[in-house]
């Protein structure tokens, strides 16, 4: 009897410690990161390329008070190729493997999950898990195609996590050549929306060259 009780003890807590190991797997096969950007990680990126930009997203990734309500957002902007992607990918690995779920997403992507995603009581489920998840990406803001669907759509999430005070984190190279004018991304988004993620997000202008080129 004893045996049996010590070895299914054993069993037991072999499962905890299985179910602790598989949680960030799963936050991170869940969190819609393609697998391009499973590996993007700040281990991955080129510090030297932008150790200003890399230093607030890595600090950023690891703060343990991120779900506390406060400015908590991340707005990253820049050129093509300067790193933006792969450092919100690198943030949504982080908080993965710290059992903190994100839903990662372009804006296309996510405004076409909204238009196909209603399920058979008319709730779109996309848009409630975008307004609800734990921290949201947007990247690319600026790429959809504007409309007054994906302004109100835009603004329903951004209102949404501004007055429950939950973390957003989006990209665009809606930046002027400068790196600094944030006009255009302010022109795009509208001014209700831009009054709110100025309040949200701490901004961050990557300034690294195109990486991409040559690779």
Known sequence: GKSIGHWSDEVFHKGIIQKRLEEPERLLNESNLGERFKGRTFASFDAKR?????ATCSAYAS???LLEPKRNGLLIA????????????????????????????????????IREYFDNTG?????AKMKSANVLVIDDLGKEKKSDWTKQTLFD???????????????????????????????????????????????VVTKGDDYRIGV
């Open 50 to 54: 932008d150790r200003e930009a890399f």
């Open 63 to 65: 703060n343990e008070r």
């Open 78 to 113: 820049g050129g093509y190729g300067s790193g933006k992607t792969h450092l919100a990918a690198a943030v949504t690995n982080t908080l993965t493997s710290r059992g903190i779920s994100v839903l990662f997403g372009t804006a296309i992507e996510h405004f076409d999950k």
């Open 123 to 127: 709730l779109n489920r996309h848009l």
């Open 157 to 203: 999430v951004v209102n949404y996590r501004y007055e429950h005070k939950l973390p957003i984190i989006i990209t665009t190279n809606l930046v002027g050549d400068d790196g600094e004018n944030f006009g255009l991304l302010a022109t795009h988004v509208e001014g209700a929306v831009w009054s709110r993620l100025c309040e949200m997000c701490n901004f």
